[in-house]
């Protein structure tokens, strides 16, 4: 089976990098497309896979091609291609917004169709990402699908009314976290803590808290009763947090990516 890119940027090169390493695909069956010669050039130096700036090349040789570039150029790149995508090829995309309806009506006719959304910690193998497959994808396509997406994250098959929180509460979420990591590590060095071991603490904390949720099943209201001891510097920490209206600026960050990711 080959496959195909057509967009060669950070999210492809985590799904390339996936493929490789799962051993799916030999860099001689992958290809990539970019307009821009030093992304071309980048992902063939990194992975030896066969880069062209010809999109329909992508699409003449691979029997799953992954749309990955950013959702203004969907329409462009759809109405380029389409006359030469073919009925038992896989189509999978990764743009917030754009809907299988949309997609079905861009290409002007029955083509087979996974939305996905995946996020930025696929480049260290601990993505997350949803997919959603028309009707025209079968069991089978299915499977192969989700293969290729478990080479770099984990997966979960959703509803398309969920694509949106996925958007938010995944595709966007890591950038709050980053900044809730650069908060505290800031915080640790204005106590006086050599910034580098700042943010080596506070990544760390962020990981293993979230792998206690993962691994323990239990609710992170219970893990979060756990650290609090009375009178103690965690609680005080929290009733600051409470105070300062962290939970609600959580909450309209997650619902204000999912408005915008509506709207696209």
Request: include cysteine; charged fraction near 25%.
């Amino acid at each position: 089976m080959k496959f195909g890119f057509i967009g060669t940027g950070n999210m492809a090169l985590a799904m390339i990098g996936g493929v490789l390493k799962q051993g799916i695909a030999a860099p001689e069956d992958i290809f990539g497309a970019d307009i821009f010669e030093p992304g071309r050039q980048k992902v063939k130096a990194q992975y030896g896979i066969q880069v062209t700036d010809d999109n329909n090349e992508v699409i003449r040789n691979a029997d799953v091609v992954f749309l990955s570039v950013r959702p203004q150029f969907y329409r462009e790149v759809i109405d380029g291609i389409k006359s030469e995508v073919r009925p038992e090829q896989i189509i999978i995309t990764i743009a917030p917004g754009k809907t299988l309806a949309w997609l079905r009506e861009r290409f002007d006719k029955d083509v087979k169709l996974v939305r996905c959304m995946p996020n930025t910690p696929a480049l260290v193998g601990e993505g997350m990402t949803a997919a959603c497959p028309n009707d025209l994808i079968t069991e089978e396509d299915l499977d192969i699908v989700k293969k290729i997406l478990a080479s770099f994250s984990h997966v979960e098959i959703v509803p398309e009314r969920l694509m949106d929180t996925v958007t938010a509460v995944s595709g966007s979420s890591p950038a709050f976290v980053f900044m809730f990591i650069e908060a505290m590590a800031d915080s640790a060095v204005c106590c006086g803590m050599p910034r580098a071991q700042a943010y080596k603490f506070a990544a760390q904390a962020v990981l293993g808290s979230a792998k206690m949720v993962m691994e323990t099943g239990k609710h992170p209201a219970e893990l979060k009763d756990m650290v609090c001891s009375p009178a103690g510097t965690t609680i005080g920490g929290l009733r600051v947090l409470e105070q300062m209206g962290f939970r609600s600026a959580v909450f309209e960050a997650v619902k204000e990516a999912e408005e915008i990711s509506r709207s696209l």
